[in-house]
């Protein structure tokens, strides 16, 4: 099937220890995302890139991290600098600006509590 | 960030009514989408909009991206006990890939 797979689910940190939440898509878009979701909250930006190798931040990067080697994958990072990781972190991809019918799209989401 | 002002922040109806939900934003976007999210889940897509003036339906649901471009609503007639769950709105401004999301509307069917 077509889409957009997170993992794991769940996810569990201990003081001062980096994980990584991976994305991957098979939808062929150029443009991936990770946003942040807090209770009664709407979504916040991460991270987003574009293109391959290329990336920016978004609202609140810091204490995040991420790459983007291949056209599908773009893992998030979330160091110990991160105070309050606690979170629902979502991906997402769409196309490219400029081309008719961008539409974002998003994972299943990754659930990150600090333990 | 800058966030769409979606409204209402919550409902309650019986099984049966239809509901209405809207968004509005200072700037001016080139696509509107809608979205329901169950707890736990990701969002999934209900409506994309393109055009301004743009009505467009899914099943029972119908949005329309407004003539000014700076609101669309969310339209769910005969509402059923399924559509519960929260039900958010994006919008995407021209020339940037930076998509604005609403803070959400909570919607309980009480049957």
């Known amino acids: 099937d077509g889409g957009i797979t997170q993992s794991p689910k769940y996810l569990f940190r201990k003081e001062g220890q980096n994980v990584t939440l991976s994305c991957e898509q098979n939808l062929n878009h150029d443009a991936m995302y990770w946003y942040r979701q807090d209770p009664g909250q709407g979504l916040r930006l991460i991270y987003y890139s574009q293109i391959v190798n290329d990336f920016q931040k978004g609202d609140i990067a810091e204490g995040y991290s991420v790459s983007r080697e291949k056209k599908e994958s773009f893992p998030l990072t979330v160091t110990s600098a991160q105070k309050n990781p606690t979170a629902f972190y979502l991906c997402?991809?769409?196309?490219?600006?400029?081309?008719?019918?961008?539409?974002?799209?998003f994972g299943e989401g990754s659930w990150l509590t600090v333990v | 960030g800058q966030q769409l002002n979606q409204s209402p922040q919550s409902m309650f109806i019986q099984e049966g009514e239809d509901v209405s939900m809207n968004c509005t934003s200072s700037?001016?976007?080139?696509?509107w989408l809608w979205y329901k999210q169950d707890p736990g889940e990701g969002p999934v897509l209900l409506i994309a909009l393109y055009k301004a003036g743009e009505l467009t339906s899914n099943g029972r649901l119908t949005a329309q991206f407004g003539i000014t471009r700076k609101d669309s609503f969310l339209n769910i007639s005969a509402s059923i006990p399924s559509d519960v769950g929260i039900y958010f709105c994006?919008?995407?401004?021209?020339?940037?890939?930076?998509?604005?999301f609403g803070t959400g509307t909570r919607l309980k069917v009480l049957a």
């Open positions: 997402a991809s769409s196309t490219r600006q400029g081309i008719s019918g961008n539409t974002i799209y």
């Open positions: 700037s001016i976007f080139n696509t």
């Open positions: 994006a919008g995407l401004p021209s020339g940037t890939y930076k998509y604005i």
